[in-house]
């Protein structure tokens, strides 16, 4: 493999991509690109950095422009639209042209320093290198519910999802390859991960807190993403079951307390015990007919094949690359490239 010396120079036989996502993230998009392009120089002999734009309304656009006008390894692609925390991140993996793809976050909480282990763990034969989440600064309530998730995934999952991982690692690609051709249109890609069976290596780390900037996860979209990996597909009508269950289960757990507060302060009372233990089983019902209906639609989007975005622009990406690589078909297959 080889590259050209100093920042104007082609790209030819890249061993390494990194694919990293964006949205509003103007405060940490340089220090990113800046952090990233040091550690790739050290520890891959050819590298590009595309940056995918979900619909940022800042200056993440035009600080992309200016790298992208600086470092033609740099490649940008701005979607038309948000198009969420899955489609998009998988996105840029699938147009990456690595022998080897990163992918990780704007914000610094997926740590450059570990790309050097990543490297060395794949060229020691792991086809998957992840880095897993051991110690994270977060409530109370959300370390609770996401170990209630994990719980719930691992007793009822179709396949093991590892705790604590959050997308952040290498892919070989051929993993890249295979999973692009699943065509899936609500990719839940760490669980792809898994469900593929490649070999996986997984790095322990600290997460830290973000660089600069605020979140743009919050309540809702922590919840929309965890559904979205439960039942395999996005947000329509047919989710409104599942947001109803978690309603009425909250609701049914009030009951449940109220209950046995009145056990043991009033008396035994037959009236709430009924109503909290229907209110307990049409919480379950509603899950399951959520989660029926979103596989239901999940079959609808497999038939309609739309592409996980679609773009408005992209940058440094040369006239052989001008347009899109095909989701399901790897670019290098097409042309006949081993």
């Known amino acids: 493999m080889s590259a050209a010396d100093g920042t104007g ?33 050290q520890h891959a002999s050819s590298y590009e950095i595309i940056f995918i734009d979900n619909g940022s309304t800042d200056r993440t656009r035009s600080l992309l422009r200016e790298i992208c006008a600086r470092d033609q390894r740099v490649r940008a692609i701005f979607n038309n639209r948000n198009y969420g925390q899955m489609r998009s991140p998988t996105y840029a993996i699938y147009q990456a042209e690595g022998a080897a ?17 990543l490297v060395r763990q794949w060229r020691a034969g792991a086809q998957v290198v992840l880095g897993q989440r051991k110690g994270e600064k977060v409530s109370w309530l959300l370390g609770k519910a996401r170990a209630l998730g994990y719980g719930f995934l691992a007793r009822f999952g179709d396949y093991p999802v590892i705790p604590g991982v959050t997308g952040f690692g290498l892919y070989d690609r051929e993993v890249v390859d295979m999973l692009a051709s699943w065509n899936e249109p609500e990719p839940f890609f760490r669980g792809m991960l898994v469900e593929s069976g490649y070999r ?23 919840l929309s993403f965890a559904l979205s990996g439960l039942a395999g597909s996005g947000k329509s009508l047919l989710r409104l079951p599942l947001l109803l269950s978690v309603y009425t289960g909250l609701a049914a757990l009030i009951l449940l307390i109220a209950t046995l507060v009145r056990l ?12 909290t233990v229907m209110t307990g089983f049409f919480a379950v019902l509603l899950l399951f007919l959520g989660l029926i209906g979103d596989q239901v639609r999940l079959l609808a989007e497999r038939a309609r094949n739309l592409p996980l975005v679609i773009e408005e622009e992209r940058l440094n990406f040369g006239p052989e690359h001008s347009l899109p690589a095909p989701r399901a078909l790897n670019r290098r297959h097409l042309e006949g490239r081993p």
Not at 264 to 275: E, Y
Request: with cysteine.
């Open 9 to 41: 120079g082609a790209i030819t036989g890249t061993e390494l991509s990194f694919a990293i996502p964006c949205f509003n993230e103007e405060e940490n998009v340089v220090a990113i690109y800046e952090a990233v392009s040091a550690q790739a120089r």
């Open 101 to 117: 793809v990163i992918g990780m976050c704007a914000d610094f909480q997926d740590p450059p320093s570990l790309i050097g282990e």
């Open 200 to 222: 996986i290596a997984v790095i322990p780390f600290d997460r830290p807190e973000r660089a600069a900037g605020e979140t743009k996860n919050n309540f809702w979209t922590l």
């Open 264 to 275: 043991f302060t009033v008396g035994w009372s037959p009236v709430m015990m009924v109503l």
